[in-house]
């Protein structure tokens, strides 16, 4: 019986690593790949939100209740409320003061 | 004076829970820190909460609360694959709009909420807030046509709806 919840537990962390890995993954990839700020910005908040949740949550998991749990939950708290703000600050930044240098992309080479 | 308590008290559990064990050692420093964080900062950090009708409903309120933080985890995820399928496109395609939403919340605390779920649902950012008019100004990844625009508006109301009875 307790190998059964351990293999169990064993499952879940694999899901929730794997699927954090999948979106941080993509969040790599969309910021190199997106054509302009904004739409790098997207890949920058959402993607990298549900990674991170994924994998504190695996975290979570594989450790069970302890500090370390507590931990990890007070940093994902963290992380959600860091993470919109900093994202705000630099979509208001481009969009109000034009203070972020343009990265250049693929479409302003063809132009 | 309960203002002070409260912080003390959630101050030190937050202690204990970086420090990553109970000892005599960790509670005196603990307490130290926590006393003077309590006694500095005790009515700033009730200033900025901003509970409807205070902290007396609260229980009442956890259910809202606890609906907020499921719709949170939702939207994060539903939007983060939406996004990550544009990723990995071969060729990514954007027909990216930037819309103004008028808003009815008042609340600063109420306000900046929001903004964090418009960042999070599906394929919205927040740009800038329009203290004027009350208006936000969103940029959408991939809007196609003015019904899927409008249906993502009405989602972004229903979120409004649900801060408003919280925070504003």
């Given at each position: 019986?307790?190998?059964?919840?351990?293999?169990?537990?064993?499952?879940?962390?694999?899901?929730?690593?794997?699927?954090?890995?999948?979106?941080?993954?993509?969040?790599?990839?969309?910021?190199?790949?997106?054509?302009?700020?904004?739409?790098?910005?997207?890949?920058?908040?959402?993607?990298?939100?549900?990674?991170?949740?994924?994998?504190?949550?695996?975290?979570?998991?594989?450790?069970?209740?302890?500090?370390?749990?507590?931990?990890?939950?007070?940093?994902?708290?963290?992380?959600?409320?860091?993470?919109?703000?900093?994202?705000?600050?630099?979509?208001?930044?481009?969009?109000?003061?034009?203070?972020?240098?343009?990265?250049?992309?693929?479409?302003?080479?063809?132009? | 004076?309960?203002?002070?308590?409260?912080?003390f008290?959630?101050?030190?559990?937050?202690?204990?829970?970086?420090?990553?064990?109970?000892?005599?050692?960790?509670?005196?420093?603990?307490t130290i820190?926590s006393s003077f964080i309590s006694l500095?900062?005790?009515?700033?950090?009730?200033?900025?909460?901003?509970?409807?009708?205070?902290?007396?409903?609260?229980?009442?309120?956890?259910?809202?609360?606890?609906?907020?933080?499921?719709?949170?985890?939702?939207?994060?995820?539903?939007?983060?694959?939406?996004?990550?399928?544009?990723?990995?496109?071969?060729?990514?395609?954007?027909?990216?709009?930037?819309?103004?939403?008028?808003?009815?919340?008042?609340?600063?605390?109420?306000?900046?909420?929001?903004?964090?779920?418009?960042?999070?649902?599906?394929?919205?950012?927040?740009?800038?807030?329009?203290?004027?008019?009350?208006?936000?100004?969103?940029?959408?990844?991939?809007?196609?046509?003015?019904?899927?625009?409008?249906?993502?508006?009405?989602?972004?109301?229903?979120?409004?709806?649900?801060?408003?009875?919280?925070?504003?």
């Amino acid at each position: 019986m307790i190998d059964f919840i351990l293999s169990i537990r064993q499952l879940f962390v694999f899901i929730f690593f794997i699927t954090g890995i999948y979106f941080l993954l993509s969040t790599a990839v969309g910021l190199i790949r997106f054509p302009n700020l904004y739409t790098r910005l997207h890949a920058g908040s959402k993607c990298l939100m549900a990674g991170g949740i994924s994998v504190f949550m695996g975290c979570i998991v594989l450790e069970g209740i302890s500090f370390v749990s507590l931990k990890l939950i007070v940093i994902m708290i963290f992380l959600s409320i860091t993470n919109p703000v900093t994202i705000h600050v630099i979509a208001s930044f481009d969009n109000n003061y034009n203070l972020i240098p343009k990265t250049y992309t693929k479409e302003d080479f063809e132009k | 004076m309960r203002k002070k308590l409260l912080t003390f008290i959630l101050t030190l559990a937050l202690w204990f829970v970086f420090a990553g064990h109970v000892s005599i050692q960790v509670f005196f420093l603990g307490t130290i820190i926590s006393s003077f964080i309590s006694l500095m900062m005790a009515e700033n950090l009730f200033r900025l909460i901003q509970l409807k009708d205070g902290t007396k409903d609260f229980p009442k309120k956890t259910y809202d609360i606890f609906m907020v933080i499921i719709a949170f985890i939702y939207d994060v995820f539903l939007s983060a694959v939406k996004v990550s399928r544009h990723a990995f496109e071969i060729k990514p395609s954007f027909s990216p709009r930037i819309v103004r939403i008028k808003t009815s919340l008042k609340n600063s605390n109420s306000i900046a909420t929001l903004a964090s779920f418009i960042t999070f649902t599906q394929g919205s950012l927040a740009l800038d807030f329009d203290h004027i008019n009350n208006q936000y100004v969103i940029h959408w990844i991939d809007v196609h046509s003015d019904d899927e625009e409008e249906r993502k508006i009405a989602r972004i109301r229903k979120h409004l709806n649900l801060i408003a009875k919280i925070v504003d």
